[in-house]
């Protein structure tokens, strides 16, 4: 009787030390379980950050150094010439007809240079979850740059239409340049134009060896049968050349946008090299 007492007050005293030791042994489990837990998801959130500040802060930034700081502080025109594209007649009814008749050209602002295509996923969550502000300032942005170049557009448009008025030759698109025929290209000499008064470029055109065309950066932009229709050209660019009135007034304009691309440019610097959490950063697979 007396062994029996014994042997279960052994026992008593080894189950009393099993239930003490259990909370103890599931804390540090719990603990283990969410060092893990919280260690992955750092590691799953860090690996979603580098991925947009790689994949869209990175191209953001050099667009904006390459392209809106130049052409904002006048080393980049505003103006160039683009081949658009134009709807070929009755291709609705005929699907297997391309939509689209390439060859034909415009005046049109400058745009950035066509880079990779941004992972649409990245940027629109990198828009809305963790850099809205930012970015809402960088469309903002954006949008009024656009307005300032359609300003430098109509002002080309304008250069245009005067060159072909006053100068009197068949335009490029209604000739063959490759015949004797005369012609010129008014919107190529009024990006020319808009160019020399930002002083972008110095050399006037120059004349082609038989005197009958003109030639920029060795493109011929006119071509005459005798030399008076080419004189009277380049007398007509020369005068458009150096009138300052519309440059004058636009290139001011250019000066917020500037310092605002300046601000955007240093933000970015400062987004990128932030190690914080912006936002909410998904899980993987969230």
């Known amino acids: 009787m007396l062994e029996w007492v014994t042997e279960f007050g052994w026992l008593h005293i080894v189950g009393s030390a099993v239930v003490a030791i259990l909370p103890i042994l599931a804390a540090a489990s719990l603990s283990a379980f969410l060092t893990t837990w919280l260690e992955e998801r750092r590691r799953v959130r860090r690996a979603h950050l580098d991925a947009i500040k790689a994949e869209i802060l990175r191209p953001l930034r050099q667009e904006l150094e390459g392209f809106y700081l130049p052409l904002l502080s006048g080393t980049l025109g505003p103006v160039t010439i683009a081949n658009v594209a134009e709807r070929v007649p009755g291709s609705a009814d005929h699907p297997s007809t391309p939509l689209t008749n390439w060859g034909q050209f415009q005046l049109c602002g400058a745009r950035p240079a066509q880079t990779a295509e941004l992972d649409r996923i990245l940027y629109a969550d990198a828009k809305s979850r963790h850099y809205e ?100 050209s380049v007398k007509v660019l020369e005068e458009l050349c150096w009138r300052q009135e519309t440059p004058d007034e636009l290139r001011p304009q250019a000066q917020p946008l500037l310092h605002l691309a300046q601000y955007l440019l240093r933000e970015l610097d400062r987004l990128r090299l932030s190690r914080t959490y912006p936002g909410q950063c998904p899980l993987a697979g969230a």
């Open 133 to 232: 502000r930012f970015f809402r300032r960088l469309e903002l942005f954006k949008s009024e740059v656009d307005v300032h170049t359609g300003l430098w557009i109509r002002y080309a448009e304008q250069l245009s239409l005067t060159i072909r008025e006053r100068i009197g030759l068949r335009v490029i698109s209604e000739a063959d340049p490759l015949s004797d025929a005369e012609w010129i290209d008014p919107d190529g000499l009024a990006v020319f134009v808009v160019n020399f008064q930002l002083g972008i470029v110095q050399r006037v055109p120059c004349l082609g060896p038989d005197g009958r065309s003109i030639e920029i950066s060795g493109v011929t932009m006119a071509r005459a049968q005798s030399e008076d229709p080419i004189q009277r």
